[in-house]
């Protein structure tokens, strides 16, 4: 039998304001959500679900409680996600050695195309919260067309394990920039110290120390998609 270990004593992080064209939320207080059919369907997996635990206990902010957890599952009445480019979730977790992979679904069977499902690591710290934004593009083949449901997996790290979840949504990015920027001039690698550049070598950077700040980075936004220019994108910036 696992440790009996403790649960989050915090809220999640509080996800940005978007508009709710930009945003499909299975489970959020900041959302609105879609209609969940099940927090815990039967696909023979151990442990229990909770879908009202209170981190604070003033009752403003439940996040899913998955105790004695191997995976789960999640359904979710069809949704058509395509236009979505990031799957977002909070996940806490104390257990030592804990893994977390997630795949959306989608309804192969029913019309949906492309990859069916594909299981993707989850960062994870150590009894604090992990704010995570996967890009569609890590779920390579996948086209979100008809998801109907979410596939959480800890089997390749201890199992059971405890395991918190909060603010999980597929969400669209504001468009960015489709030219590419100028090319600076040729100069000798001795006048230049480049921080970010496709022209110049750069030098070794932290493009997202742990300042406490929201949002992440994409440091190889193709504006062209011509794979020749990248820019620093900063998401929620």
Known sequence: DPVVLSGPTTDAPTPPTRLATDV???????YANINVT???????????????????????NKVLAYTYFNYQGTEFNTQDASEMDYFHLDVW?????????????????????GVPEL???????????????????????????????LRFS????????????????????????TL???????????????IYSDTYTSSDVNFNPGWGQTGF????YDPTASGTNNVLAFMDF
């Open 180 to 194: 590419a920027v100028s090319d600076p001039p040729p100069l000798s690698a001795t006048d230049v110290i480049s």
């Open 119 to 149: 299981l993707v690591n989850v960062p994870l710290v150590n009894a604090g919260w992990s704010s995570v934004d996967i890009p569609k593009s890590s779920f390579s083949g996948m086209t979100w067309d008809k998801l109907h449901q």
């Open 24 to 30: 499909i939320s299975i489970f959020s207080d900041a």
């Open 38 to 60: 099940n927090f815990n369907p039967d696909w023979q997996q151990r442990g229990s679900v909770d879908a009202n635990y209170d981190p604070t206990g003033n009752g403003a």
């Open 217 to 220: 980075i994409t440091a190889s």
């Open 93 to 113: 977790t104390d257990t030592p050695g804990a893994v977390l992979r997630v795949s959306p679904i989608n309804d192969s069977a029913n019309g949906g195309t």
């Open 154 to 177: 800890g089997e390749t790290g201890t199992t059971p394990s405890n395991i918190y979840l909060d603010n999980i949504y597929f969400w669209n990015a504001p468009p960015g920039p």
